[in-house]
Each structure stands twice: as structure tokens, then as C-alpha cells.
Nanobody, 124 residues
Framework: QVQLVESGGGLVQAGGSLRLSCAAS????????MGWFRQAPGKEREFVAS????????IHANSVKGRFTISRDNAKNTVYLQMNSLKPEDTAVYYC?????????????????WGQGTQVTVSS
């Protein structure tokens, strides 16, 4: 099993930036495809972005494409989400997700392992 811990959330103004980190332990990090999901109050959990085991392939949801960038550093057992041009509708709890089988995490395929989440609040 792998344990995931997110960090980097906070309160920012619209147009600002944040970088989220997800530190993994307890598994072979390079064996996991990784992803980010978010959940806003009153809404269902939403796919944000994913990255393949090697980091060579990424997927970004249309709602964040061009603003958010997922990346990973396998030497540090960490996946990142760089968030630029933040909007109030980006306000949510952001969760790190890991999958040891599927090549990609997608909006319809979630991995089995989750972090505790980190709050991102974007004010207008």
C-alpha cells in the first residue's frame, strides 16, 4: 500500500497561483500512475489531472487546461499540481490519487489510494 499526504493549499485571490504537493510513502512510487481530484461543497468529486508512471504522459481536465500543470518527481516520491490563474470556481478540497494498475487515472477511473486532501480557497 501507498500513503499519500497533500500539502500546499491555502487562500489566494483570483488570478493567483498555488503549487500543491503530494508526498507518497509505503510503495514504489514509480509503479503508480497519479492524479488529482477536487471536490467543492455541494458538488461531486471532479477529475483535475493525471500523469503516467514515468511522467511522460499527462491528462488535464478541460476546466483547468492551460492553467494547471501536473508533474512528478519520482526521485522525491512526489507529484505536484501547479495552479495558475486561479478562479473562484477552483475552490475545493484537492485530493491526491494513486493507481497501481491502470496506465491513466481519468474522470471515470479513480485509483484505490487517496490522500487526506488539502483546501484551496480562491477569493474574488
Amino acid at each position: 500500500q501507498v500513503q499519500l499526504v497533500e500539502s500546499g493549499g491555502g487562500l489566494v485571490q483570483a488570478g493567483g497561483s498555488l503549487r500543491l504537493s503530494c508526498a507518497a510513502s509505503g510503495g514504489t512510487f514509480s509503479s503508480y500512475s497519479m492524479g488529482w481530484f477536487r471536490q467543492a461543497p455541494g458538488k461531486e468529486r471532479e477529475f483535475v489531472a493525471s500523469i503516467s508512471r514515468s511522467g511522460g504522459s499527462t491528462i488535464h481536465a478541460n476546466s483547468v487546461k492551460g492553467r494547471f500543470t501536473i508533474s512528478r518527481d519520482n526521485a522525491k516520491n512526489t507529484v505536484y499540481l501547479q495552479m495558475n490563474s486561479l478562479k473562484p470556481e477552483d475552490t475545493a478540497v484537492y485530493y491526491c490519487n494513486a493507481d497501481e494498475r491502470a496506465y491513466y487515472i481519468t474522470k471515470i477511473h479513480e485509483g484505490d489510494y487517496w490522500g487526506q486532501g488539502t483546501q484551496v480557497t480562491v477569493s474574488s
